[in-house]
């Protein structure tokens, strides 16, 4: 099994910044694009930011020039670094990465438990 902890979380003030790592653990025999995904004020789960284990990354439109992912395949971990937060930034930020255990067993996605940031004004 694969598991995600994530870490990091925590209340700054508007215009700060915070640092999510994300690492994931178990018996991992291949594991793919790894992304943080948020949820805020009741909306639907949606993309922060992935990368790729070539390092080819994608951003959601509203954390493009502030937020930075970057990845270590040595540790199998991805570290989000979120710049100039707003308050509309404030939710729940879910580590996910598709993994397998095995070369026979099926791949699927992995969801870390989530961990809350909070940005005040």
């Known amino acids: 099994q694969v598991q995600l902890v994530e870490s990091g979380g925590g209340l700054v003030q508007a215009g700060g910044s915070l640092r999510l790592p994300c690492v994931a653990s178990g018996s991992i025999w291949w594991i793919g694009r790894m992304g943080w995904y948020r949820e805020t004020n009741g909306n639907e789960r949606e993309l922060v930011a992935s990368?790729?284990?070539?390092?080819?990354?994608i951003y959601g439109d509203s954390v493009k020039g502030r937020f930075s992912i970057t990845r270590d395949n040595t540790k199998n971990a991805i570290f989000l670094q979120m710049n100039n937060l707003k308050t509309v930034d404030t939710g729940v930020y879910y580590c996910?990465?598709?993994?397998?255990?095995?070369?026979?067993?099926?791949?699927?996605?992995?969801w870390g438990q989530g961990t809350q940031v909070t940005v005040s004004s």
């Open positions: 990368i790729s284990s070539a390092d080819s990354t």
């Open positions: 996910k990465a598709p993994a397998t255990w095995s070369s026979y067993a099926k791949t699927q996605d992995y």
